[in-house]
Every structure is written in structure tokens, then in C-alpha cells.
């Protein structure tokens, strides 16, 4: 079981909006610590979609965006389109253990 | 561009050591970041391993339970993964990262394509 809690599955027709949260604690985005997303595409290996929270790496269509409040973070797509259908992770820093980083479960996103 | 190749056997035994190593491309990995590895058992979610930094700072997922060595080739620029008494449990997608660590804070970017590693007799 992961310490950052995602849904599992979500879902949303082509043009729709969708947001995939992601839920810590006190030790880890509720202490403060910044959210990092990342796409993982059928068959690929996991890019990188934002970091620190907010930033989106450049060549991330701004279609994507994040924010973070509490223990809780969110990542919203905008305008989806096929080719965002994938597995998304969040991935936070715990305080629990010295230079711990943590991932989320991951949530399956399919476009309609 | 940085780039990462991983490398190593497809299949170890059960109770053998997994050895993998990454080959950085691009960048000097001497001259600073921290480098790691995320793995992904097939069809489920991603786990840091542990993540390094010039051979000096190391640290590892608890849960390895002292299996994981992480180090540092600088000469061939390569960064290297040894995982002992491995078990069906440790048959994943193994991938090298450059942990890209900002104080309290650090992400992975970018990633190796990755390398699946099957435990099996």
C-alpha cells in the first residue's frame, strides 16, 4: 500500500477535464514537501509532467497543471485527447526516514 | 541531452544477487546530481530503491531491508545496482533516474527505458 493515495482509475471523453488527486500526511505533503507528477504512456517509461508542485518541464503542453494544498495534491488535464491516456504517479519526500521519497499508487486515465 | 541505458541479466535465480548498471550519456555524472533506481513490478506501481551521490551519500528504501549497494563509476560514468537474496517478489522493470535533489525536495528526471528482471528458477 502506497503512502501517497491516488484513485486507482479515472476516466474522460476527449475535450473533457479530468483531476487525479493525491493524498499524504503530516510527514510528507502536509510537512510541507512539494509534489512531483509523472506520465507513464502504454509501453513507455515514466516522464516527467511537473515538479515543485506547479512547473511544468518545458515541451508539457500547458494543458497540465497542478497545485497542492494541505496533505493533498492534484494533478488537472484539461482538453484531454487520446494520447493522454496512461498511468499517472505522484511522488512527494517523507520525513518519517532521512531522504525518503515516496510515490503514489498511480491512477489509470482513459480517454473515451 | 542526458541519457540513461540500463543493462544487465533479464533473469536472475531465486536467492541470487541482481546486478544492473546505467550508462549516463550527456552529462558528467562527477560533476553533481544524486542518480537512482525506481522499480516496477509488471502491471503495478513504482518504488524508489534508493538513490546516490558521488559514492560519498547514499540512501536506500527501508523496505529493501539492507539487500540494495548502490555506486558510482565515475572513470566509466556509470552508476551501479546490486540487489541480494532476490525472490519472485523482486521480478520488475528496473529504472535508472537522475534524482535531481533541491534540499528538502527532489524529482526524477530523466529516466533510463528501463530493463525487466525476472526471478526464476
Known amino acids: 500500500q502506497s503512502v501517497l493515495t491516488q484513485p486507482p482509475s479515472l476516466s474522460g471523453a476527449p475535450g473533457q477535464s479530468v483531476t487525479i488527486s493525491c493524498t499524504g500526511s503530516n510527514s510528507n505533503i502536509g510537512a510541507g514537501y512539494d509534489v512531483h507528477w509523472y506520465q507513464q504512456l502504454p509501453g513507455t517509461a515514466p516522464k516527467l509532467l511537473i515538479y515543485?508542485?506547479?512547473k511544468r518541464p518545458s515541451g508539457v503542453p500547458d494543458r497540465f497543471s497542478a497545485s497542492r494544498s494541505g496533505p493533498s495534491a492534484s494533478l488537472a488535464i484539461t482538453g484531454l485527447q487520446a494520447e493522454d491516456e496512461g498511468d499517472y504517479f505522484c511522488?512527494?519526500?517523507?520525513?518519517?526516514?532521512?531522504?525518503?521519497?515516496?510515490f503514489g499508487g498511480g491512477t489509470k486515465l482513459t480517454v473515451l | 541531452q542526458v541519457l540513461l541505458q540500463e543493462s544487465g541479466p533479464g533473469l536472475v535465480k531465486p536467492s541470487d544477487t541482481l546486478s544492473l548498471t546505467c550508462n549516463v550519456s550527456?552529462?558528467?555524472?562527477?560533476?553533481?546530481?544524486?542518480w537512482g533506481w525506481v522499480r516496477q513490478p509488471p502491471g503495478k506501481g513504482l518504488e524508489w530503491m534508493g538513490s546516490i551521490f558521488r559514492s560519498r551519500n547514499t540512501y536506500y528504501n527501508p523496505s529493501l531491508k539492507g539487500r540494495i549497494t548502490m555506486s558510482v563509476d565515475t572513470s566509466k560514468n556509470q552508476i551501479s545496482l546490486r540487489l541480494n537474496s532476490v525472490t519472485a517478489a523482486d521480478t520488475a522493470v528496473y529504472y535508472c533516474?537522475?534524482?535531481?535533489?533541491?534540499?528538502?525536495?527532489?524529482?526524477?528526471?530523466?529516466w533510463g527505458q528501463g530493463t525487466l528482471v525476472t526471478v526464476s528458477s
Open positions: 550527456g552529462y558528467s555524472i562527477s560533476s553533481g546530481f544524486y
Open positions: 533516474v537522475r534524482d535531481q535533489a533541491l534540499g528538502a525536495t527532489n524529482w526524477f528526471d530523466p
Open positions: 511522488q512527494s519526500f517523507d520525513s518519517s526516514l532521512s531522504g525518503l521519497r515516496i
Open positions: 515543485a508542485n506547479t
